[in-house]
Nanobody, 127 residues
Framework: QVTLVESGGGLVQAGDSLRLSCAAS????????MGWFRQAPGKEREFVAA????????YEANSVKGRFTISRDNAKNTVYLQMKYLEPDDTAIYYC????????????????????WGQGTQVTVSS
């Protein structure tokens, strides 16, 4: 069992930056791939970024490529999402997720591939 807790969301203006954190507890000794997803009102949950266990393979959605960076610190059991040049279309609840069956490799960029989820953190970008 893994518990994920996101933090770092807030209300910012377009062009600002935010860094989201996702702290994991529980069976953190296992090698999980991790992902960030977001869901805006009235829309489906969508992939944002993912990272493998060692942190040397990352994947980002085209909509955030060049602006968002995913990273992890396994010593702290924490995954980060650095967001720069935020736009109003980035407004959403951001969720982190773990793929406990991944053996450390990013297998999926769709929500169904992840079996542990945090409660989400709200990011609101005003124009």
């Amino acid at each position: 069992q893994v518990t994920l807790v996101e933090s770092g969301g807030g209300l910012v203006q377009a062009g600002d930056s935010l860094r989201l954190s996702c702290a994991a507890s529980g069976r953190t000794s296992s090698r999980y791939a991790m992902g960030w997803f977001r869901q805006a009102p009235g829309k489906e949950r969508e992939f944002v970024a993912a990272i493998n266990w060692t942190g040397d393979n990352t994947y980002e959605a085209n909509s955030v490529k060049g602006r968002f960076t995913i990273s992890r610190d396994n010593a702290k059991n924490t995954v980060y999402l650095q967001m720069k040049y935020l736009e109003p279309d980035d407004t959403a609840i951001y969720y982190c997720a773990a793929d406990s069956q991944s053996l450390g490799v990013v297998r999926y960029i769709r929500p169904m591939g992840y079996d542990y989820w945090g409660q989400g953190t709200q990011v609101t970008v005003s124009s």
